[in-house]
């Protein structure tokens, strides 16, 4: 089949908003919440801005440079810009395998919200915030399976539609309203009796918390919360037009990604604040915060069902805007390497979503019993692409940048058309010699703590 022309945004605008639906997703939603309340409140937010400043600004500037200069999705990327190199070439399919295996156990989380957001609109708070509803959702496997085909099927049908009528359309859509559903919750949490004291523990620092553990986990948020090394931004890149900044798109991509983060933690810490006189060890719960925890907040809130409604409609629409970057990062590697029309590309990844998205939704079901490492399927899908594949495609791009494509030519790109390169020098130095070494940190620090020789 002819390769059709490659889709763009529109301009600045979409792209921005694209990348930032691509970064606000589950992890900026309930991981970051979670992590910063047990990680030390103020201290790790101030660690997670300065990480985000310099770190994620580096990578994703790279990521979005290598994307437009070569015009092709991360494993043409890195073979044109990697002058054919074999550790290169490895290195763009790393890069590419890594959202095929994320976007269909994320489909499935994605369909436990979607669940949520129907228990809100079809019953009462109590039944949702129930101690059994949600075992008994993820054990029953038909229950579980129809949820994630249903998540899926949005997913699909946006990417269906190309990158400025689907992905673009739908971003330009969704984050305003994901902004307001979020300024609307924070309000509420945050005025509920006892919460102050949850705003002071995620805005006043206390250096008595700091430890080297909180460097190491704000370094790991980055990847989810950024969208780094997933071959979203090279994808997104390799859309966006010449004229467009990359550094002036970063920095809003930055301020939003850091705002919703934030805004999550307002609408999070201080409701479980409120609602357990503030002890901030349940804040500890990771994935049961959102399907446990807040279903009982809600419950004993006035106008539960209204906020249960508001906020799982907010995590929905993270969700889907998470799981359409991912999806078209996959469906581009098809497109651009196997000469695949966008409808034979979406096809294929539809097959792969649900061949791994079965195994990780019945994995709590009648595929209970199947363990590898001790993991369950979703679990052990996560760990695989997230703890070891995107760090070292993190690495990859770092060698890319310094040993083949030069900084002087990313100077280049970044500054064609008259635009700037404000951090050029902190780009150079982090690109260099301190983002090899952070991702090498968050490698090693990953299998250590599977191995249970460190905790995390």
């Not at 509803?133 to 949820?147: K, L, P, Q, Y």
């Not at 060698?399 to 058309?417: A, N, P, S």
Request: glycine share 8%.
């Amino acid at each position: 089949m002819n390769q059709e022309k490659r889709g763009t945004f529109s301009g600045k605008i979409g792209y921005v908003l694209s990348a930032a639906g691509a970064s606000v997703g589950l992890g900026n939603i309930w991981r970051f919440p979670y992590l910063c309340a047990k990680y030390g409140g103020g201290i790790f937010l101030l660690v997670y801005i300065i990480l985000a400043l310099t770190f994620g600004y580096t990578m994703i500037m790279a990521e979005t440079a290598i994307g437009r200069m070569s015009k092709k999705s991360p494993v043409g990327a890195f073979k044109t810009l990697g002058a054919e190199s074999k550790a290169m070439k490895i290195g763009g399919w790393i890069n590419a395998v890594i959202p095929m295996i994320i976007v269909p156990y994320y489909s499935v989380i994605g369909g436990w919200v979607c669940k949520y957001l129907f228990a809100y609109l079809t019953t009462d708070a109590d039944t949702v915030a129930g101690d059994t509803f949600f075992t008994d959702f993820i054990s029953n496997g038909v229950s579980a399976e129809f949820w994630f085909i249903v998540f899926m099927i949005l997913v699909l049908a946006v990417i269906f539609m190309g990158v400025e009528n689907g992905i673009e359309r739908v971003s330009k859509m969704i984050m305003p309203i994901l902004v307001v559903l979020a300024v609307v919750i924070c309000v509420y949490s945050v005025t509920r009796p006892n919460a102050l004291s949850g705003v002071k523990y995620l805005f006043i620092p206390n250096f008595k918390h700091f430890s080297i553990m909180t460097v190491v986990t704000a370094m790991g948020q980055m990847f989810y919360s950024l969208s780094i090394a997933m071959g979203i931004l090279i994808t997104f890149g390799s859309y966006l037009k010449k004229e467009v900044s990359i550094e002036d798109s970063t920095k809003q991509v930055e301020v939003f990604d850091t705002a919703i983060a934030v805004l999550a933690s307002l609408m999070i810490i201080p409701a479980v604040f409120a609602f357990n006189n503030g002890d901030e060890s349940v804040l500890n719960a990771g994935p049961s915060l959102m399907f446990i925890t807040m279903p009982k907040i809600f419950a004993s809130m006035g106008f539960g069902n209204i906020i249960g409604i508001l906020f799982f409609a907010l995590v929905l629409f993270a969700a889907v805007t998470s799981a359409i970057a991912l999806t078209e990062s996959a469906v581009s590697t098809f497109t651009d390497e196997f000469k695949w029309s966008r409808k034979v590309g979406t096809f294929v990844i539809m097959v792969i979503m649900i061949v791994l998205g079965s195994l990780s939704s019945l994995g709590n079901g009648p595929l209970a019993g199947i363990k590898i490492f001790g993991m369950q399927f979703l679990d052990l899908f996560d760990f695989v692409s997230n703890s070891i594949m995107m760090p070292i495609a993190a690495l990859a791009t770092c060698i890319l940048v310094t040993r083949y494509i030069g900084i002087d030519k990313m100077d280049d790109e970044i500054t064609q058309d008259g635009h700037n390169f404000r951090r050029n020098g902190i780009f150079s130095v982090m690109i260099k010699y301190l983002c090899p070494v952070f991702v090498i940190i968050i490698l090693v620090s990953a299998v250590l703590n599977v191995l249970g020789i460190i905790q995390m």
